[in-house]
């Protein structure tokens, strides 16, 4: 018997000192790093009767020329924490504040466990009246501005989102094992610069609480935030957030469904403006079918006879054209009598097959120069900036090649000992040339200005957190091969031309308040039964004409021909920039 009791005191005796280790382990020796996942049990505790509403997510900012803010926006709202609605308070004050009823605001509490922001409001938050809400002395009950969400910001496409990302977090703070709610950038800026942008930590309203929710400790809610006087950082972008709001606009209006508009700065090569459409589905992003994130800003796509402007730009500095010379632009592009005699144009001189933009004449002429040089294409999309990627690349720091813009594509061409068939199709932008957007733009706004080609730049410097410079990014050249001036001249008289010939195929922006030059370029995409169904429809060119200051290039992917979001777009852009330049330029 006694060897038994004696058993039981030894097994009690084991049992009790590796529950008071497991005490001692938890409690006082590894209370920062317990377990093979190096758990932080002080933080974990702390979290566990805590509340906390977000209110800034830590990461940098990324502002516009002016220093307006770009990046998700911070907008007055009303914050609530769940456990009022077990106590009295006074709600009706609150309804009569905001204009929300009593009976929505109560209904906003069902479900609800951690703190929220009130929905419905009516009536403007003034700063009046986040006072007014303040100075009821509810705790759990606060009025101020708080970060949005990004899914309602400007250049979705351009500055990108950021999104939790606990695998990131753990590849990126291997020593803090006990993961932490951080955003990292997904696309756009927010992912090319998250060096520079990474969260130094989050901004919070915290309430503790008992096992019941009630508040503890005095009853009042506490704002953290990191204290480093340097960071975050900011991003000064070259984007003008009016001239944005313009941009999108004039997309929204024209309907434009898939595709891109580029605005840029004629005089300082700068980006001033982006849209991509479709807009971000936020709700399906990244999945399988879903291509909303694509900035086709950047993407390249047939530019049809857009490129054009590059064979006629290598006609005139190799001297090829011939004064006075005729085509007959009866024919197709092979050569072939066409049958539709809607499309047989007569006999053209060389500036008026530019301007009723004439396939024969351009497909007779990038044959005749491919066959002399089978770079020449390649050459001359050199000497305009159009030889894509043209974005800022250069070296920051410890990286020797750094790009701003994310993803950007690069241009193709087809031609040198291709059949006859294949290097007339090249001469128009068909086959296998693909350009983006923001090559396109950068050739108008090359031509515009005249000489050197230059990057496009997007971000100007990075700031620290009390205004004082980070770091700069300088202005950029991509060649110092470029076109002669009397050559230049010859081709903005075409661009012009476009627009002011009867022939030309832009004639119909000959009454804009600003004298437009451009091209417009029509590539087919999709045929059936040997009918053309799908078709990207382009127009890029500069503004005004006299004194250039605005560069830009429009494109709707895949339209059916009657589609007209191109044409719209430009106009109402046009239009809306300069009555915006009546009021804001002296």
Known sequence: MK???????????????????????IGVLHQKNFGPSNVNLIERSVAQRTFQFRIDNGRGKILDRN???????????????????????????????????????????????EPFTLKGISNELTSEK?????????????????????????????????????????KQYESDRDYKPKEFGVIGLEAQFEDFLKSDGTSNLMLHVDNLGKPMFGNEVKYAKPSNPFYPVSLETTIDKDLQQILEQAVNQAKLQKGAAVLIDVKTNKLLAMVSRPSMNYQNLFSQNDNTATNFALQPSTPGSVFKTV????????????????????????GNYEKDEDKRKGNLTFQESFYASCNYTFGLLGQKLSLKNK???????????????????????????????QNEGSSTFFGGSKPLEGLRNTSIGQKDVKITPLAVANMMSTIARGGSPKQVKVVDSVLYKNGTEMFAFENQ????????????????????????????????????????????????????????????????????????????????????????????TVTNLVKSIYDYDKTHKK
């Open 3 to 25: 060897r038994r009791i004696k058993v039981v005191l030894i097994l009690f005796s084991f049992l009790f000192s590796v529950l008071l280790y497991r005490c001692l382990d």
């Open 130 to 170: 986040i006072d007014q809400i303040n100075n009821l002395h509810v705790s759990g009950l606060i009025s101020m501005l708080s970060q949005d969400e990004d899914d309602q910001q400007l250049a979705e496409h351009l500055i990108g989102i950021a999104r939790e990302n606990k695998e990131q977090y753990e």
């Open 375 to 405: 770079d020449m294409f390649e050459t001359y999309a050199n000497k305009l900036g159009m030889n894509g990627p043209v974005g800022w690349t250069g070296s920051v720091y410890h990286e020797a090649s750094f790009s701003q813009f």
């Open 477 to 568: 050249t991509l060649t110092d091969d470029y076109l002669s001036p009397d050559s230049m001249q010859q081709l903005r008289e075409m661009l012009r031309g476009v627009i002011t010939s009867e022939k030309g195929t832009g004639r119909r922006y000959s009454s804009l308040p600003y004298t437009l030059a451009g091209k417009s370029g029509t590539a087919e995409t999709k045929k059936e039964k040997d009918k053309i169904t799908e078709q990207n429809k382009w127009f890029a060119g500069y503004f005004p004409y006299e004194k250039p200051q605005y560069a830009f290039a429009v494109v709707s992917l895949n339209v059916k021909d009657e589609i007209t979001s191109t044409s719209d």
């Open 67 to 113: 220093g307006k803010l770009l990046s998700a926006a911070y907008t007055p709202k009303v914050i609530l924490f769940p456990f009022l609605k077990r106590i009295d308070w006074p709600i009706e004050k609150l309804s009569a504040i905001t204009g929300v009823s009593e009976y929505d605001i109560k209904n906003q509490f069902i479900g609800k466990k």
């Open 311 to 334: 064979v006629a730009a290598a006609a005139i500095d190799q001297g090829i054209v011939q004064d006075k010379q005729m085509y007959n632009c009866d024919k197709d592009l092979r």
